[in-house]
């Protein structure tokens, strides 16, 4: 069977797609959303350490993000624990988490009403950044 036909829209732990060109151009343009679970990724020695994990390539190809906590405890790390790493890792503005957490919500098989409330919580949070950075 050729994987086209399987007609996937979410692809667990996609990020070694970075490693094929071609590939992640396919996986772009058909708008598939890769689960990414940094700590996971380091803690079963897929990359070395986070800073490794290439998050930014796959940002930079276009690629939809959905970040995964995969076993929470197995690996020690929740949701937000995989964004701070992330965040920390590769030196992230505040703008890529938000996008990153927008992109999980749009890729998600929720109801519209939740992703569209969702989002509009990831744009508030957004917008009250220079609160946040107040001493």
């Known amino acids: ?46 990359y070395s350490d986070l800073t490794s994990v290439p998050l930014p390539q796959l940002l930079a190809a276009g690629a939809t993000i959905a970040p995964g906590a995969d076993d929470p405890l197995l690996f020690g790390s929740r949701l937000a624990g995989q964004y701070a790493t992330m965040r920390a890792a590769h030196d992230l503005d505040d703008a890529t988490p938000a996008g990153l957490a927008r992109s999980s919500f749009a890729a998600s098989r929720a109801r519209a009403d939740p992703v569209t409330e969702s989002t509009r919580q990831i744009d508030d949070w957004l917008a009250s950044a220079p609160e946040r950075m107040q001493p």
């Open 1 to 46: 069977m050729c994987p086209d036909e399987l007609q996937a829209d979410r692809l667990g732990h996609g990020v070694r797609a970075a490693e094929d060109p071609a590939l992640l151009d396919r996986i772009v343009e058909a708008g598939v959303a890769l689960e990414v679970c940094p700590v996971s990724n380091v803690a079963l020695g897929v």
